[in-house]
């Protein structure tokens, strides 16, 4: 038991250390390459734990080769913009100037719930609201605000189906509905990518580029 104890205290000095030399940037803002290396650093100390036959040695060893890879490749990537796009990805504009960019946004394959559910979390209830959001390479959404507002939005479409419940607290049937979509030049429903209302009980339509036929589904 104690055996264990020492080795278990003597590997947390060493992941310790080595999460120190990573630097609080690395940890606060952790790619998927980043995640990948405190992975394997976190298997690699378990070993030793759990089969005390294991070397310590060796153990300490492949962390601290984790390490130098990881400071290796964070100083090529300060050094070469192109490497640390192949690494660690490039950011990805998912709304320029007011605009929603649909092809990004299928790309990066993000569905407009979750959209809006990170513009909420980023106290933005609505794509109005909104100058710039950013995905960034860690997987976070950055948003640019215009201004506040106190009222959720009311997604009424969504890829080109009606959320029922939705539509019936707008105040709205389908033929008004219709109507209004039409009225921004759209002719169908499953060319919609997304319908809504904003905090200020404005309507807004952003059309799918590439228009699928689609089904009425649950509000969320």
Same mark, same amino acid.
């Given at each position: 038991?104690?055996?264990?104890?020492?080795?278990?205290?003597?590997?947390?000095?060493?992941?310790?250390?080595?999460?120190?030399?990573?630097?609080?940037?690395?940890?606060?803002?952790?790619?998927? *390459?980043?995640?990948?290396?405190?992975?394997?650093?976190?298997?690699?100390?378990?070993? !030793?734990?759990?089969? !005390?036959?294991?070397?310590?040695? #060796?153990?300490?060893?492949?962390? *601290?080769?984790?390490?130098?890879?990881?400071?290796?490749?964070?100083?090529?990537?300060?050094?070469?913009?192109? *490497?640390?796009?192949?690494?660690? /990805?490039? !950011?990805?504009?998912?709304? %320029?100037?007011?605009?929603?960019?649909?092809? $990004?946004?299928?790309?990066?394959?993000?569905?407009?719930?979750?959209?809006? $559910?990170?513009?909420?979390?980023?106290?933005? @209830?609505?794509?109005?609201?909104?100058?710039?959001?950013?995905?960034?390479?860690?997987?976070?959404?950055?948003?640019? =605000?215009?201004?506040?507002?106190?009222?959720? !939005?009311?997604?009424?479409?969504?890829? /080109?189906?009606?959320?029922?419940? #939705?539509? =019936?607290?707008?105040?709205?049937?389908? %033929?008004?509905?219709?109507?209004?979509?039409?009225?921004? /030049?759209?002719?169908?429903?499953?060319?919609?990518?997304?319908?809504?209302?904003? /905090?200020?009980?404005?309507?807004?339509?952003?059309? #799918? @580029?590439? @228009?699928?036929?689609?089904?009425?589904?649950? =509000?969320?």
């Amino acid at each position: 038991m104690l055996i264990v104890c020492i080795r278990t205290f003597i590997l947390y000095v060493v992941v310790l250390f080595a999460l120190r030399v990573m630097g609080k940037s690395e940890l606060s803002k952790m790619s998927t *390459f980043q995640m990948v290396v405190l992975f394997m650093i976190a298997e690699l100390a378990s070993i !030793p734990i759990d089969s !005390p036959s294991s070397s310590l040695i #060796n153990g300490a060893v492949a962390i *601290f080769t984790l390490l130098f890879l990881q400071v290796l490749l964070s100083y090529v990537s300060i050094k070469n913009e192109k *490497f640390k796009n192949f690494i660690n /990805g490039r !950011p990805s504009i998912i709304i %320029d100037k007011g605009m929603l960019n649909v092809k $990004e946004m299928e790309r990066l394959r993000i569905t407009i719930n979750d959209l809006f $559910e990170q513009l909420r979390i980023g106290n933005c @209830p609505s794509i109005t609201d909104v100058e710039y959001a950013v995905m960034e390479s860690n997987g976070q959404l950055s948003i640019i =605000a215009k201004t506040d507002q106190e009222k959720l !939005p009311l997604v009424v479409v969504s890829d /080109g189906a009606i959320y029922e419940e #939705n539509l =019936a607290n707008a105040g709205i049937d389908y %033929d008004t509905l219709m109507c209004m979509i039409e009225a921004k /030049g759209i002719t169908a429903l499953n060319e919609v990518f997304v319908a809504f209302y904003d /905090g200020n009980s404005m309507f807004h339509v952003y059309p #799918n @580029p590439e @228009p699928r036929q689609k089904f009425s589904r649950e =509000a969320y």
